[in-house]
């Protein structure tokens, strides 16, 4: 086991402080950049820069990142919600860390996904067959991962397969998840 403890607070975001959701910052009672680069490894789709030992990722809409003596969450609904995330980061953190001889180290890895290049590769047509008023929001749900893309069933269709293939591959890059009916 790497991290034994943490402390947090929640916080409001400071730049909207009557947002619905609150954030929260963990200080480590223990230094883990060291299993960083192993956590790089192991989390699909993140961003992680050795030189400036910061990861940050994101999973069901909320904003994570880990610093050596720090871990941030954003989105959050309430303080119970922010124990439970930690106390999931936490485990991943000691299970990466005991489990790492046979990981391969990641020292750099991703860049952020943008929702306008995902935006440009849909179809265009804001048929809202995807649930959503139009691709602008699918793609912005996509990017943060609330939606898989075979949610957009029209992009699956013949007449939008060269936009399909290179949004699959630019997703699959990033290490995002793309079901394997859909290549
Ligand atoms: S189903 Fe696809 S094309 Fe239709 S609105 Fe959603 S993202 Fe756009």
Known sequence: MLLKNYSFETVLPECNPMAETINTVALLSEDIGEVLPYLASVIRACTYD??????????????????????????????????????????????????????????????????????????????????????????????????????CSPLFSSRFEEKRKKLLEMLRAVGYEVPIEST
């Open 50 to 151: 050795d030189n400036i030992k910061t990861l940050t990722f994101r999973r069901q809409g909320k904003g994570i990142a880990l610093y050596p003596r720090k871990i941030t969450v954003t989105r959050l609904r309430d303080r119970e919600e922010a124990k439970g995330v930690l106390d999931e980061l936490k485990a991943l953190i000691n299970n990466t860390y005991d489990n790492r001889q046979n990981i391969q180290p990641c020292y750099k890895k991703g860049g952020e996904l943008r929702y306008l290049d995902v935006f440009k590769l849909l179809p265009g047509t804001n048929c809202r067959e995807c649930g959503e008023m139009t691709c602008l929001a699918f793609a912005t749900k996509v990017v943060q991962q609330e939606v898989q893309i075979s949610r």
